[in-house]
């Protein structure tokens, strides 16, 4: 099993669209969460961290539930440049700097 | 452009064959990492230097792998005797130490194929 699970997609939605991801992570230990953004043939960029509390950036909204071990990304009013692949990341409390990615899940936004 | 470089972009060998990448960080990060990218998969870690020092290794890192960053500046990647399963995107980042949720800038990524 993986430590981070994600839905490969691809979830296809039209403009305008809200669109959730949902990701799951199985080891207890992770104390930071991220979602990275990668375009087709690009570097993953730093899409959002995801705080305990919950957080919104704009049209994008992270909610994490330590309890169940389960993180969200919510993306609403789907922009044509939303489409990407979305990664889901998770780091550990005793090796911070090293990030563990799930395997993305793929939007495609259509007109 | 201040962002991560890598060099090459693209690096096509024949198997049993050595390559080397190089990844140059962002000047004021002193934390440089390696990852691998596989068709359909997130990043995999590598390998993870603090200044010069190598901290960390992947089990996935056989000993055909090296990496160094001798002057804690850039780092090359060595593969050595390359095997068809080497064929990835190698991904370097770097970030700077001292944030609690530091951020990890990547390069572009250098694209390998083994033939």
């Known amino acids: 099993r993986k430590e981070v699970e994600q839905d490969p997609g691809p979830f296809n939605v039209p403009e305008g669209a809200t669109v959730a991801f949902n990701c799951t992570y199985s080891?207890?230990?992770?104390?930071?969460f991220f979602w990275y953004r990668q375009d087709c043939r690009k570097e993953p960029k730093l899409l959002m961290s995801?705080?305990?509390s919950g957080n919104e950036d704009g049209r994008f909204t992270a909610q994490l539930n330590r309890a169940s071990q389960y993180i969200s990304l919510l993306i609403r009013d789907s922009k044509l440049s939303d489409s990407a692949t979305y990664l889901c990341v998770v780091s550990r409390m005793d090796s911070s700097y090293k990030l563990i990615f799930g395997s993305g899940t793929r939007l495609l936004v259509r007109p | 452009d201040t962002g991560v470089s890598q060099n090459p972009r693209h690096k096509i060998t024949k198997r049993g064959q050595n390559v080397t990448f190089r990844c140059d960080p962002i000047?004021?990060?002193?934390?440089l990492y390696w990852y691998r990218q596989t068709l359909g998969q997130g990043p995999e870690f590598l390998t993870y230097?603090?200044?010069?020092?190598?901290?960390?290794k992947s089990r996935l890192l056989s000993d055909r792998f090296s990496a160094e960053r001798p002057k804690g500046s850039f780092s090359t990647l060595e593969i050595q005797r390359t095997e068809q399963g080497d064929s990835a995107m190698y991904l370097c980042a770097s970030s700077f130490e001292g944030r609690t949720n530091e951020k990890l800038f990547f390069g572009s990524g250098t694209q390998l194929s083994v033939l």
């Open positions: 230097f603090q200044n010069e020092a190598q901290l960390e």
């Open positions: 995801v705080y305990s």
């Open positions: 080891n207890s230990a992770s104390q930071s």
């Open positions: 000047s004021e990060h002193n934390r």
